[in-house]
C-alpha cells in the first residue's frame, strides 16, 4: 500500500516569491493535515479537512497561506508571497476517520528554504 | 501551540540499554500517542494509549500514563542503531485534535 506521499522534497524560493505544496493522501483517508515543523520542534497544525471541508484553519496565516482539497483527495499548500520566517518542513498526513483516536500517517515532507 | 513537553530533549546511550522518554501534558485528554521521526523522514506511529489505560506494551516498546499526574513515559528495551531518531508524544484533545510536544532527540551509540 502507498504511504502518503508529497512533492517536491525539496524547495528553495527567494523571499516575496510564491511556492506550493502538493499531497496525496493514503486511498479511502478521509482526513487529511497540513503540519508545519520548525527544526528542533514538534508539528504544529496548520489545517485539516474532513473530505473537501476545511474544518479546522484556526493556526493557517490567512494573509498568505491557502490550502484546498479538490474531490476530498489530494491537496495543495500555497504561501504567497513567502518570508524568511516560512523556512521549515511542511508535512502532510492523513487517517482513516477524524479524530484523536486514529493513527496518522505522514508523509516525508517538503523542506522549504526561504532566501 | 504545543501541549506535551518532553523530557529529556536530548538522550544519547549505548546500544544495548533501555531509554526512558517522559512527556507532560496539561490539559485533559482523550488519549497520548507516542511517534517516532527519522531524519529527514516523516513521523511514524508507535502507539497508542487511552486515557483509560495505565500501560500498553508493544515490541519492545513500554509506555505508561499517569492522568493524574498528566505524564507518560516511553520505555524501549534492548536499544538498537536503528532506535537513533526524535521521539514525540502527541495527546489527543477533545473530540478533534491532536497536539504534539516539541521531542527528544535519542542517539544510541554503537
Known amino acids: 500500500e502507498a504511504g502518503v506521499v508529497q512533492s517536491p522534497r525539496y524547495k528553495i524560493i527567494e523571499k516575496k516569491q510564491p511556492v506550493a505544496f502538493w499531497c496525496n493522501p493514503i486511498s479511502g483517508h478521509n482526513t487529511l493535515y497540513w503540519y508545519l515543523q520548525n527544526l528542533g520542534q514538534g508539528p504544529e497544525l496548520l489545517i485539516r479537512y474532513e473530505n473537501e471541508e476545511a474544518v479546522d484553519d484556526s493556526q493557517l496565516p490567512k494573509d498568505r497561506f491557502s490550502a484546498e482539497r479538490l474531490k476530498g483527495v489530494d491537496s495543495t499548500l500555497k504561501i504567497q508571497p513567502a518570508e524568511l520566517g516560512d523556512s521549515a518542513v511542511y508535512l502532510c498526513a492523513s487517517s482513516l476517520h477524524t479524530g484523536p483516536q486514529y493513527e496518522q500517517y505522514f508523509g516525508p515532507g517538503t523542506r522549504l528554504t526561504v532566501t | ?110
Open chain 2, 1 to 110: 501551540s504545543q501541549q506535551g513537553e518532553e523530557d529529556p530533549q536530548a538522550l544519547s546511550i549505548q546500544e544495548g540499554e533501555n531509554a526512558t522518554m517522559n512527556c507532560s501534558y496539561k490539559t485533559s485528554i482523550n488519549n497520548l500517542q507516542w511517534y517516532r521521526q527519522n531524519s529527514g523522514r516523516g513521523l511514524v506511529h508507535l502507539i497508542l494509549i487511552r486515557s483509560n489505560e495505565r500501560e500498553k506494551h508493544s515490541g519492545r516498546l513500554r509506555v505508561t500514563l499517569d492522568t493524574s499526574k498528566k505524564s507518560s513515559s516511553l520505555l524501549i528495551t534492548a536499544s538498537r542503531a536503528a532506535d537513533t531518531a526524535s521521539y514525540f508524544c502527541a495527546t489527543g484533545q477533545g473530540a478533534q485534535k491532536l497536539v504534539f510536544g516539541q521531542g527528544t532527540r535519542l542517539t544510541i551509540n554503537p
